[in-house]
């Protein structure tokens, strides 16, 4: 077939946005301020996680009196299996059914699949309609609502289908977790503990000070604060240079490849996303120790951090080879280069493409201690 010739003088077209916004870390008062801010003259409507909107309703709806109007209330139900297709199509016809209007506010207060699913939602309705976050569990507060990457899951792949969609802005305020229960606040740990090991030594020991009064709800301790600030921090500063990740290489991925690959296995039922990126960085941390980039120490003090969080270090209701054979999808879903991230010290890693089937497996391998089997508990 004949190609037709370029034309000698193109006619061209900049495009060019901005996606500034503001975390907010908020307590007592200012939040109805905040909404107004992110409304800017729009209708607000609230996508709730369920269990969250139960138990925090009367609080919010209190501290929004100043609004005038009462926010429309959209349930959702919270949870990894609801991070799906169908259930944001089901959101989507609830937006057209109550006459969500472009111009309006979706307000998501939530976890981190109302995060995921519920900007997924607003991306898509109306070619994208603004929204801000209100996340109420830790793993919302220090991984899901930041960055504006927002997916549901596919059956071959975690967040397969997904955009790029930044809020107006987010509103953390850790009293939200408080009415989480211990595993759930385990599971944003995990997130905490990853960004830690990226950003250095007083990230990790800030953590560690944070862990007590996390797993024991005193959610609003100044340490705990502290600890949730810092990583929004670290993970701000790590996706400030490259906010749509056109870079394949990004150490956030850290303890996300063997993570995911374990969550897709499971078919996202059994294990939350926190505990298995645990599994994750202790197989990082093995490998790093195994190919001599760091000592055992350190990997032996990342295990031991994860195991005072409840966190497991290795999984057994799925196989080394299953583990394996969804990374392989992986790898074509990334052209074809499955990039694991290792570490030299907290602080300091390194990105390699060639781990094999007998080191995973080494490195898969069950260790001695392993902490209670996950509790069930709400997504609040």
């Not at 916004?21 to 939040?31: C, Q, R």
């Not at 374990?262 to 599994?279: D, I």
């Not at 270090?313 to 054979?325: G, I, L």
Request: aromatic letters at 6%.
């Amino acid at each position: 077939m004949q190609s037709l010739p370029y034309t000698a003088n193109p006619l061209d077209f900049a495009v060019s946005r901005s996606d500034d916004y503001s975390i907010h870390f908020g307590g007592e008062g200012g939040l109805a301020a905040w909404v107004e801010q992110c409304a800017q003259g729009g209708r607000v409507f609230i996508l709730a996680d369920q269990n969250a909107w139960e138990h925090h309703h009367v609080r919010v709806c209190k501290e929004l009196e100043p609004l005038g109007a009462t926010p429309a209330v959209i349930p959702f139900c919270g949870g990894e299996s609801g991070k799906s297709w169908q259930q944001a199509g089901e959101i989507l016809d609830r937006l057209a059914s109550c006459g969500f209007r472009r111009r309006d506010l979706l307000l998501l207060f939530g976890g981190g699949v109302i995060c995921d699913a519920g900007g997924l939602v607003a991306s898509l309705f109306m070619r994208g309609v603004p929204y801000a976050l209100i996340p109420t569990t830790v793993m919302a507060q220090v991984d899901a609502s930041i960055g504006g990457k927002v997916a549901v899951n596919h059956a071959s792949a975690k967040n397969l289908i997904g955009a790029f969609h930044h809020p107006r802005g987010v509103w953390i305020d850790p009293t939200y977790c408080a009415t989480t229960c211990r595993p759930e606040r385990a599971n944003g740990f995990a997130e905490m503990v990853k960004v830690a090991l990226l950003d250095g030594e007083a990230a990790l020991q800030l953590m560690e000070q944070g862990l007590p009064h996390l797993l024991a709800g005193r959610m609003a301790h100044p340490a705990v604060r502290a600890a949730i600030r810092e990583a929004v921090r670290i993970k701000l500063d790590l996706l400030r240079p490259d906010p749509f990740e056109e870079d394949l290489d990004r150490v956030l991925n850290l303890g996300h490849a063997v993570g995911h690959a374990l969550e897709t296995a499971e078919a996202y039922r059994n294990t939350r996303h926190g505990f298995a990126v645990a599994v994750g960085l202790s197989v990082a941390a093995r490998l790093s120790t195994e190919r001599g980039y760091w000592d055992k120490a350190c990997e032996d003090r990342v295990v031991q951090l994860l195991h005072a969080a409840g966190l497991p270090t290795s999984a057994d209701r799925v196989t080394a080879s299953s583990v394996w054979q969804h990374l392989q999808i992986i790898r074509r879903i990334r052209g074809g280069v499955l990039r694991e991230v290792l570490l030299e010290a907290p602080g300091k890693c390194r990105i390699v493409e060639n781990i094999g089937l007998d080191e995973l497996l080494q490195a898969y391998a069950p260790r001695r201690h392993q902490p209670v089997r996950e509790l069930e508990c709400g997504s609040a």
